[in-house]
C-alpha cells in the first residue's frame, strides 16, 4: 500500500489545488412564530403567517447546468406553533399541465415534481431528518444518519402533514411536522441546519438552496441555518401501535390425510408497538409479538455454493433505525438472525415445521446525546419452537423441539469529534440459548456467542480524506458437538487435510477469533479519487449467531483508483475511469483470489448512462472448492459486463445489463437482464425485471466418498460438468387510489435446472486435473434409483470394496413467489392491510433443460395461499 501511495501522491497532490470551492457566506432562513389563528394544512398558502413570513429564494442547479441560478423560481418559508414546524413553499411551473403529479404510496416519490426539506435538528452537522411532498400529494420520508446526502433510512416513518395544490402559477404545498416526530436538544432558543431541494423532471433539473458541488463531500455539514425558533422542548413521545391480524393458509393440493392441514389453517394474533421518548435525545421501542406478514417475501434461490445466501431486511421494527446498531469492520448484527428459521429437525409421516422462530419480543433504546454521542441497544427473546409430527402406523401425534429459548443482545454506542466530524465507536452483541446438555439442538447450536469491536473512522479536510479500521474479538461456547460443527463448517474447514497452522480439536468446548481492519480514502476533490483497504479474519473468528460472515481465515488487500469529470463536454455530461486491484490469502499464506479490475461509466448529454467492466482473475489456489478436503486449484478466468440505461426522469424508464465470463477450463457464463418501468397513467405503475442466465462450470462440487490413496488423503473428492440455466422475472404493479389508499402487486416466477456429466475425482491437491470415470480402471457411473454407482479397479474404496455410490445431483426446480397487499393509512399512522401471497414450487425433468414452457408453468404450481387481515392503530399518549 506505501508503494501505491508513493506512486500516486505527486498526482493527488497536482489535483488538489483543482477542486471546486463551495460557495463562500453561510446562509440562513428565519421561522416565524404563529400569533393567533393557525394553519390549515390544505396545500393553500391563504394564512396571514405566509404573507408575513420571509422566504428563501436564492436556488442553484446541481444538474443539469451545475452552479447556475434555478430556470424557475421557487419560494419557501417557515413558521412554528409550540407544536409543530410548517413548511409553506410555492414552485412556480410555465405550463401547470406539463408538472408531474403522479399518484403513489408514500415514499414513492417515482418521476414526479417535489419538493424536499432536510433538517439538521440536533445541529450536528453530521445527521437529518429529510421530508419531501410530490406534486400530487405523496409523501416522503427518510433519516440521514451520516453527513451523506445519499445515505438514506427510509424505515423512518414519522406522523406528519402534507397536502398540495396545483394552479395557473404552478404548484403549492404545505407541511406540519410535529416537534414529537424530531429528536432535538433542550434550548429557549434553538439554531437547526436546513436545506431545501426542489427536482423537476420534465427538465432534468435538480436545485438546492445550500448547492453543494459534486466534487465536494458533506451533506448536514454544508446546510445552513433555521433560526428564530424558541420556547419549545422536546417532546416525551409516548405511541402505543396495537395490531390485530387474521390469517388463512389455503392449501389445494394438501394431503387429505395430513392431520396437521385442514385446507385453511386459520390462525389470529395480536400484539402492538411501543414508543416512548426517554428524555429529548433518546426513544425506547417495543414490540410484542409482532407480525410481519404484509412484508415480501424472500426471493427464490438454488444454491450450490458452500457458503450461506443472505438476504436483505424488511421487517419495520429491525430496519427503523438499524443504522445506529452498524459499525465499519465485521457485520457483527444481521437482524434476520432475530425469528430466523429453526435449524432442528424432526421425523415422522407427516410433519408440521414451524416457518420461523416466534418472536416473544424485542425492545431497543436509540438516540444521540447533545455530546455528539450515538447510542443503539436492541434485546430480544425468541420462544422455544417444537415441529408436530405424525406417525401413521400407530397413529401418534408427537412433537419435538427444534428451536430453543434464545435471548438477543445488541449495543453500539459512537462518539463524533472533531471539525470534520470523524467517530470512533463500539460494538458489543450476545447470544444465549437455553437447551439442555443431552438435547439433540445442543449439539448443532452454540449455547452462548459474544463478539464485538471497536472502530474509528477519522476525516480529514471537511470529510475529503477518510482513514478508518476496527479490531474486534469474538468467542463461542457450546458441547463439543457443537464446537465440532463450527470447526469444520465452510467458514473455516479446520479437518481440510494439508491444513497445517490449525487442526480439528474434538474436545474443545469453545472457539475464540478476532478480524481487523483498515482503510484510507480520498472521497472529494476534481479529479483523483482512491482508496486503500486491508482486512483479516482469524481462522476461529465466528459471528454468525448474532452477525454475518461468509468466511474466517482469510486476509484481504484491496485499491482502487479513480478519476472522474463531473463538468459536462460535447459527449458527456460526466464520466469515470477506474482501475483497482483485490487479492486474498489465508492465514497459512495460501494465496487465494486475486482480481485486477478496470472499469469506464458515463452519463450521457441525454441523461442515459452506461458503464463496462472487464476483471481478470489469475490462477490461484481454494480452500473450500473440496468442501473439507485438500487444497484445489481455482483456474484463471476473466469477465465482461455491460449496462445501459435510460433516463430515470422520463415516465418511461429502462434499462439492459449483460456479462459474460470465461476461464482456462473452458467453463463459462453468461447473462442478461432488463428493466422496463411504466407510468400508464398517474396512478398506476408497472415494472418488470427479466433475466436470464446460462452456465458451464467444469468444476462443481458433487460429494465425497472414500478411496485408499495416501495421495490424495485417502479422500475421493468427485467434480461433474454442470450445466446450469435460470430464468426469473420480477414483475411489479402499484395503483394509487390515492396516496394513502394502494394496491401493490409483486409476482416472481423463478426456474432453474443444472445437468451434469463428466463426472471424476480430484486426482492430486494443489491441482485442477480429474481422473474422469470410465478412464483408468474405472467404469463409467450407472445411474439406477438416482443413485450412480462407480467401480474402482485401481483404488478401492475400503479393504473390502471397490464399489461406492452417489446421489444424482441432477435438478429442475420451478418457483413462483407473489404478493398482493391493499395498505390503507385510514388515519395518521394507523393502518390498514389485505394480504395475499403465494408461495408455488415444483419440479421437471431433472435431466432436462428448463424451459420457457417451464417457466410459465410454475405459475400453476402446488403450493398455499396465504390471505390475511391486518389493522394498526396509532395512539400518541402525550
Known sequence: MGAILAAVAPVLAQSAGNDMPVSSGAKWADATRLVGSGISVDGVLDEPVWKNAVFITDFTQKDPDEGAPATLRTEVAFAYDNAALYVGARMYAPNPAAIRAHVARRDNAGNSDRIIISIDSYHDKRTAYTFAVTASGVRVDYYHSSDNERRRDYSYNPVWQARTTIDSAGWTAEMRIPFSQLRFNAADIQTWGINVNRFIPGRNEDVYWVYIPKQVTG????????????????????????????????????????????????????????????????????????????????????????????????????????QLLEGRGASYYYSRRIG???????????????????????????????????????????????????????????????????????????????????????????????????????????????????????????????????????????????????????????????????QVD?????????????????????????????????????????????????????????????????????????????????????????????????????????????????????????RGGPLMTRASSWNVSGFLAGNRAANTTWNVSSGYRRDALGGWRYRISAGLGLRPSSRLE?????????????????ATEAIVRPEIYDGRFIFGDISRTEISTRFRLNYSFTPDLSLELYAEPFVSSGQYADFGELWLAQTNDLRFYGTDGTTTPSLNN???????????????????????????????????????????????????????????????RVNLGEFFRSVGGPGTNFFAIKVTYWIPVT
Open 219 to 322: 451533506w448536514s455539514s454544508r446546510f445552513g441555518d433555521l433560526r428564530g425558533i424558541s420556547g419549545i422542548a422536546p417532546s416525551r413521545r409516548v405511541e402505543v401501535l396495537p395490531y390485530a391480524t387474521t390469517n388463512a393458509a389455503v392449501n389445494p393440493d394438501r394431503d387429505r390425510n395430513d392431520p396437521f392441514d385442514d385446507g385453511r389453517n386459520i390462525e389470529t394474533s395480536v400484539g402492538g408497538d411501543f414508543k416512548m421518548g426517554l428524555g429529548p435525545a433518546l426513544t425506547l421501542d417495543a414490540t410484542v409479538n409482532p407480525d410481519f406478514g404484509q412484508v415480501d417475501a424472500d426471493p427464490a434461490v438454488v444454491n450450490l455454493s458452500a457458503f450461506e445466501v443472505f438476504f436483505p431486511e424488511r421487517r419495520p421494527f429491525f430496519t427503523e433505525g438499524a
Open 340 to 502: 430466523a428459521p429453526p435449524t432442528g429437525s424432526a421425523s415422522g409421516d407427516y410433519v408440521k415445521f414451524p416457518g420461523a422462530s416466534t418472536i416473544i419480543g424485542a425492545a431497543k433504546v436509540s438516540g444521540r446525546l447533545a455530546s455528539g454521542t450515538s447510542i443503539g441497544t436492541l434485546v430480544a427473546l425468541t420462544g422455544r419452537e417444537y415441529a408436530k409430527t405424525f406417525d401413521i402406523g400407530s397413529g401418534i401425534e408427537g412433537s419435538e423441539q427444534v428451536a430453543p429459548l434464545t435471548g438477543f443482545a445488541i449495543a453500539r454506542v459512537q462518539q463524533e469529534f472533531g471539525a470534520s466530524a470523524s467517530t470512533v465507536g463500539a460494538t458489543l452483541t450476545g447470544v444465549r440459548r437455553d437447551m439442555d446438555r443431552l438435547s439433540p439442538l445442543a449439539l448443532s447450536l452454540n449455547r452462548t456467542a459474544v463478539a464485538g469491536g471497536i472502530d474509528w473512522n477519522l476525516r480529514f479536510d471537511n470529510g475529503m480524506y477518510e482513514f478508518g479500521g476496527s479490531a474486534g474479538l469474538s468467542r463461542i461456547e457450546g458441547s463439543r458437538g457443537a464446537i465440532l460443527a463450527q470447526q469444520t463448517s465452510s467458514r473455516r474447514y479446520f479437518q481440510r487435510p494439508d491444513k497445517d497452522y490449525v
Open 506 to 626: 474434538p474436545t474443545r468446548t469453545s472457539l475464540s477469533g478476532y478480524q481487523a481492519s483498515m482503510s484510507f480514502e480520498k472521497n472529494g476533490g476534481r479529479h483523483w479519487l482512491y482508496s486503500l483497504r486491508a482486512s483479516a479474519e482469524s481462522p476461529g473468528f465466528e459471528i454468525n449467531d448474532a452477525g454475518r460472515l461468509g468466511s474466517a481465515d482469510a486476509i484481504f488487500t484491496f485499491g482502487r483508483l479513480r478519476y472522474r469529470e463531473t463538468v459536462p463536454n460535447q459527449l458527456f455530461r460526466s464520466y469515470n475511469l477506474e482501475v483497482s486491484a483485490f487479492t486474498g490469502w489465508n492465514f497459512g499464506g495460501v494465496h487465494q483470489f486475486g482480481e485486477v479490475g478496470l472499469k469506464a461509466s458515463a452519463e450521457l448529454n441525454n441523461f442515459w448512462r452506461t458503464s463496462i467492466d472487464f476483471e481478470y482473475q489469475p490462477e490461484a489456489q481454494s480452500d473450500n472448492l473440496t
Open 686 to 702: 408497472f415494472r418488470i425485471n427479466p433475466e436470464l442466465s446460462r452456465s458451464v462450470n467444469k468444476r462443481q462440487y458433487v
Open 786 to 848: 438416482g443413485e450412480y454407482t462407480v467401480t474402482d479397479n485401481v483404488y478401492p474404496v475400503d479393504g473390502t470394496t471397490n464399489t461406492f455410490t452417489f446421489d444424482d445431483p441432477n435438478f429442475n426446480v420451478l418457483s413462483f413467489r407473489s404478493n398482493a397487499v391493499l395498505r390503507w393509512e385510514w388515519r395518521p399512522g394507523s393502518t390498514l392491510f389485505l394480504v395475499w401471497q403465494q408461495n408455488k414450487s415444483d419440479s421437471g425433468d431433472p435431466n432436462s
